[in-house]
């Protein structure tokens, strides 16, 4: 068994990705990118290595993020035959590269282009809907680097972008769903159930896992992400976002990684995201099926840690130990959906330690479920 893995970046998934594997022995670091630094476990500590290090330490090396900067040491990291899943970081490291994957394997995805001149904008105006999202390729999350453009807001785009944007028709869709499946080296696949997302300016502020359901809908995504993940010979878990509409689900996004819209999961499955992503990546069993309650996730944007939070019945809560800044995701609250009187009085409790966007958002989640 490979003991040790290494996650380039140094952010919560893989803190949690660490977590996740102290049940399993398994050693899991997380390699800060800007300073080049090894975080060990979730302490917080950066420790200096050299490359030949950690190819020797580490004999599984993965990431957090599919954006990885353009470093002679990440180019190193991913040259090397520790580098798992080379082919899905390739075909998601932008959306050029992703969009054209989906389109060749028949995968239905929001109608687009690459903007590489102004013309373009205006033929894909003509040509794929009146009204477009731009997107940068690289870089972009959280709704960063994306424009809403008709024909009146045709110059919102930089100039200086051309060539680096794609342009898709705007989706009218009934709602957001995502599915989180994993892969093991050897072809077995399991999927957790379909969770609902809620976005607001770009951003996930909830997700609802209701584990009920429609079961055609959910294995029409797994077909989908199935299909990826044969495709890209991929070992670990893998997210898929897509758009609910009258013609059926279109893929929006792929991350080769655990996923916010997974978090659900730690309280609502018996092997949350973190811990299947690791078992494959390991080599270790996945389950072939597991139980799952119904749980909703909240996001927590950009606010302060609430210590009444944790006497809260069916709640809990996951802190990143960030410093909160305004759309910066600083933890997550899970609750039990398990019964509805307890995650009704759950709801009542928390609202009361809310600030007010958050509070709008639980009311939000709350008239969706009961
Ligand atoms: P993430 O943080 O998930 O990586 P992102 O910034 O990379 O997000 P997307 O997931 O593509 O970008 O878009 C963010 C949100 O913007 C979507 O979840 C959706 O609510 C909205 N959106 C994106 N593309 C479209 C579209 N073509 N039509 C309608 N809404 C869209
Ligand atoms: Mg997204």
Not at 8 to 33: K, P, T, Y
Not at 155 to 165: F, K, N, R, Y
Not at 172 to 200: C, Q
Not at 249 to 277: I, K, T, Y
């Amino acid at each position: 068994m490979k003991q040790a893995v290494l996650l380039l970046g140094g952010g919560q998934l893989g803190l949690m990705m660490a977590e996740a594997g102290a049940q399993l022995a398994l050693h899991v670091d997380r390699l800060d990118l800007a300073q080049e630094q090894i975080i060990p476990g979730t302490s917080g500590l950066r420790l200096q290595t050299s490359l030949a290090q950690i190819l020797q330490q580490y004999p599984v090396i993965s990431a957090e993020l599919e954006h990885l900067p353009d470093t002679p040491l990440v180019q190193e990291l991913i040259r090397s035959p520790n580098w798992a899943n080379p082919a899905a970081f390739q075909h998601t490291a932008d959306r050029f590269s992703e969009k054209t994957l989906l389109d060749r394997l028949g995968i239905a995805t929001a109608p687009w282009c690459l903007i590489a001149q102004p013309a373009d904008l205006q033929r894909a105006l003509a040509d794929i809907a009146d009204e477009l999202v731009v997107k940068v390729i690289r870089g972009g999350y959280d709704g960063r680097g994306q424009w809403m453009v008709d024909t009146s807001r045709l110059d919102q785009v930089p100039a200086e972008l051309m060539g680096q944007i794609i342009a898709e028709q705007k989706i009218t869709f009934r709602r957001e769903v995502s599915l989180v499946g994993a892969r093991s080296r050897d072809g077995k696949k399991i999927y957790l159930p379909l969770v609902e997302n809620l976005h607001d300016q770009g951003i996930l502020r909830y997700s609802i896992a209701r584990c009920t359901n429609d079961a055609s809908l959910q294995a029409s995504a797994e077909a989908m992400l199935g299909a990826i993940l044969d495709e890209l010979k991929y070992i670990g878990v893998m997210a898929m976002e897509c758009f609910e509409t009258d013609q059926g689900l279109l893929v929006n996004e792929l991350a080769p990684r655990v996923h916010n819209s997974g978090h659900w999961s730690q309280l609502g499955a018996e092997h949350d995201q973190f811990a299947l992503h690791l078992r494959a990546l390991v080599d270790l069993p996945l389950p072939r099926q597991q139980i799952y309650q119904p749980t909703l996730m909240l996001n927590l944007i950009g606010c302060e840690f609430q210590p009444g939070w944790l006497e809260i019945t069916g709640l809990q809560c996951h802190w990143y130990g960030k410093e909160p800044r305004p759309g910066r995701k600083v933890g997550h609250i899970n609750i039990s959906l398990a019964d509805a009187a307890i995650a009704q009085a759950c709801m009542t409790s928390l609202d009361s330690l809310l600030d007010a966007t958050h509070r709008e958002m639980l009311g939000r989640a709350r008239r969706q479920l009961f």
